[in-house]
């Protein structure tokens, strides 16, 4: 899931469900996601705030989070945010920096001027060992979601594919995603995705090792 709040909007509700068998802390944090060198970057800001930042959700209930934008300053280009909520468990679980954390959620999070364009996509694509390194350019204002991203070699034949969501290109960022597969024929792959504004189809050419 993903939260898309177009301006003037400035709120939003996630509902947290615990149908298990035990009560569930969570912990609620919010951070500023940028793309730097084809790699996610989160920071703490001030811009926008999640509440409450730490609940007990009962056996069958619900609780709800409550993310603000608390900036004065109107929404010039879209501003994208991670909301991270963790289930700390009572006991067990994976550590990670010295606290027991049974599952992330990761939800994306917008905020959209009333113009908001949309994204501009072009592609790269390198030979890696067992698959390709796939590179998204997004030169558009607005981010794009990739899911079922298959390359296909000259021959028509699928050379590598990954099904479901494949990850996101901010606007004006790159992103990079490892994609296992076999050698393609020829020197151009054919790429063909889906995103929310339509279906990818493009090329790349693939230089030989």
Do not use: C
């Not at 909007?9 to 919010?30: F, L, M």
């Not at 959700?57 to 619900?62: D, K, L, R, S």
């Not at 072009?122 to 794009?144: F, I, M, Q």
């Amino acid at each position: 899931m993903s939260i898309d709040l177009p301006a003037p909007a400035a709120t939003s509700i996630v509902r947290v469900w615990n149908d298990g068998p035990k009560p569930v802390t969570i912990q609620v944090r919010i951070f500023r996601w940028t793309q730097q060198g084809g790699e996610d970057q989160y920071e703490a800001s001030d811009a926008v705030v999640a509440s409450p930042p730490f609940a007990v959700v009962p056996v069958g209930g619900e609780n709800l989070i409550r993310v603000v934008r608390t900036a004065k300053a109107p929404t010039t280009g879209e501003e994208s945010y991670r909301l991270i909520v963790d289930e700390l468990p009572l006991d067990g679980g994976e550590r990670a920096n010295g606290i027991d954390f049974a599952v992330r959620h990761s939800i994306p999070v917008f905020f959209t001027p009333t113009a908001r364009g949309e994204p501009a996509l072009s592609w790269n694509v390198e030979r890696r060992e067992k698959g390709y390194l796939v590179t998204a350019r997004n030169d558009g204002p607005r981010h794009a979601r990739i899911a079922n991203l298959r390359l296909s070699g000259g021959d028509g034949q699928v050379a590598a594919q990954q099904g479901g969501l494949v990850g996101y290109v901010l606007g004006h960022s790159v992103a990079r995603w490892f994609v296992g597969g076999k050698p393609a024929a020829g020197d151009t792959l054919r790429i063909d995705a889906e995103t929310r504004t339509g279906p990818v189809h493009a090329t790349a050419s693939l230089p030989r090792p």
